[in-house]
């Protein structure tokens, strides 16, 4: 069994022996009976010359690659999303190179499905904007999208929620920006806990106002939303809207906290997913999710419920700083060789919260090679004068 020394918040050394084995890939080409989208990170280059606060610096290559990673798993890639550090350092002119060379990537692989997230983040946020202002910026971005075959996410814009007086100026952007889209939108509804800049979005912090507003955007635009993904980790919220969907527009989940439950649904229905999560346990959710496929509910549950623990860790208060922790799953995972991040995010959690993390990944089972994972959290710790 493997073992390690991990340091308490004291400061002071204790063993822990690694529960579970590597985990090992079973898709193998199957038909899934979900869709399931990882929203991907971006990997930080930490060689070229920048100014880490300021100017994002990436390593192209890794993160390419990391997009093929999920792809071999089964899942499909959210581009350009929060999880990629959108409005955390990454802004619409990487997003734009991003979003390029995802979807050539995706036209070489026999499993590149992908959704890129378009918002309004090209207005410097220093100033307010006009509803037709936010609108156009919307559009230019879907545009930039669908020209190169892409099918959009119209995240949610910190310009609007600043701008916005009502319900009716969203629904007037929303029904402007969707009815000039080619391809059917999913629309995204992100919650305070992950942008604090966005509270009171859909004109209320009432969750029944905002419903309200919500579904009589997509009543009014069924044929041009392939669905909606709800990130406000509360399954009854979710619930709620999932029940009052129109049978052709798919529920994603957002729900960091509910996954598994939510995903494998109940008599009344099921939710996809689009999850920034299944990009630290990707290997686990595409092995739960192949079990799905095989109508073997039981074990879809005994691969994700462990993960459940890591990813409520992962995405605790402030739950915006949830992306630190997945790249640094990514870094003993052995995804990038280092563990910096785009803006200098690897300082957004304590060494505290990442220990926890790996005990949390050990017994989630979602290490590849746990003697990698020990070999570069010994190196972390090192770095942070702890070693043993």
Known sequence: MTAIHLPTTAGLGEIYSLRNPACAPTFKGQTLNRIAYSAAHVVASPFLENDPWLTPAIDWDSTMAYR???????????????????????????????????????????????VC?????????????????????????????EERGGQAV?????????????PDDYVRVYDIVLKQAHRPVVLHW???????????????TDFES?????????????SKVEG????LLDKDKELVLRRQLPPSVKMFTGDDFNYAELIEGDDAGFSHALLGIFDAIAPAASNALVALAQRDAHRFREILDP??????????????????????????NGHQRHFQMVGGLQSARSVAHLVELFRLADQAGVFRDTDLACQRMRTFLQSVGFDK
């Open 68 to 114: 093929q990673y999920l792809w071999d798993l089964g899942l499909g890639v959210a581009e350009a999303m929060d999880t990629a550090q959108r409005g955390m350092g990454l802004g619409w002119s990487e997003a734009k190179i991003l979003i390029d060379r995802t979807l050539a990537l995706a036209k070489h692989h026999p499993n590149g499905s992908v």
């Open 117 to 145: 997230g378009i918002a309004t983040d090209q207005l410097p946020e220093k100033k307010t904007y006009s509803l037709a202002e936010i609108t156009d910026a919307y559009v230019e971005q879907c545009a930039f999208v």
């Open 154 to 166: 119209m995240m949610a814009s910190r310009a609007l929620a600043a701008t916005a007086k009502s």
């Open 190 to 204: 992100l919650g305070e806990m992950f942008d604090e800049k966005l509270r009171g979005y859909w004109g209320s």
């Open 210 to 222: 905002c419903l309200k507003a919500v579904m009589g955007i997509i009543s009014a635009h069924t």
């Open 228 to 231: 909606i993904k709800l990130s």
């Open 307 to 332: 993960t459940v623990p890591l990813s409520r860790h992962i995405f605790k208060a402030p739950t915006q700083f949830y992306k630190t922790g997945v790249v640094f799953l990514a870094y003993l």
